[in-house]
């Protein structure tokens, strides 16, 4: 018998009376099944019931849990944008997270090693790629980067990257500290609940790099 428990998860943010990004949720939810090798179940639309109506005037984060068989669970909660101030790199060679598993006792324990700051960098095989719950993009003096190498390309960077609003480019820590050689002087943490302009900005003084 197939097992049918909660694997993965996807968060797609509600505001402004609306679902935001279905298209990308529906595409990253097709993609994992067949990576898994499990049957197609339907649309992530078709799994998504009303909003509570004393939430339906907030920005509200619903949580799709699935596995084989579809959706297992459907949770909303109120959602409030965490202030991030300060990064520290971690090294996470280990890591994979291609999917957006349910599991993500991994990321937490790297998490748990940013000593002090806010939030955690996490540098695989020598590359900057995400923190423990978003994609980074990174302000230059006239465009925006991002890792070339995410942990997992999130939806709101598959929109970003689609319209052309970012570009994809291999960066070494060295490359998101101050005097870098992109001019990079900002990052911003960006997924489907935090699009562009929803949160700070964390400058490069404030990236702590790896402690040895």
Not at 139 to 160: E, I, K, N
Request: with cysteine.
């Amino acid at each position: 018998m197939n097992d049918t428990r909660p694997g993965f998860i996807e968060t797609i943010r509600w505001s402004e009376g609306r679902y935001h990004l279905l298209d990308l949720h529906s595409r990253r939810v097709a993609e994992t099944l067949e990576e898994m090798g499990w049957p197609q179940v339907g649309n992530i639309r078709d799994w998504l019931p009303d909003v509570p109506d004393w939430l339906r005037n907030m920005t509200v984060k619903c949580r799709v849990l699935y596995g084989c068989g579809g959706p297992e669970r459907v949770e909303f909660e109120p959602y409030t944008v965490r202030r991030v101030c300060s990064l520290r790199m971690v090294e996470g060679d280990n890591l994979d997270y291609h999917l957006k598993f349910a599991d993500r006792s991994h990321l937490m324990a790297l998490r748990n090693r940013s000593m002090g700051a806010d939030e955690v960098i996490v540098v695989k095989n020598g590359f900057v790629t995400d923190t423990s719950y978003s994609n980074l993009i990174f302000r230059t003096t006239d465009s925006f980067l991002t890792p070339a190498q995410p942990l997992l390309r999130g939806v709101m960077l598959r929109h970003l990257l689609d319209q052309g609003k970012v570009s994809s480019v291999a960066l070494r820590p060295e490359d998101i500290l101050p005097e870098n050689r992109y001019g990079i002087t900002e990052a911003f943490l960006i997924n489907a609940m935090l699009p562009p302009g929803s949160a700070n900005g964390v400058s490069v003084t404030d990236i702590k790099p790896i402690q040895s």
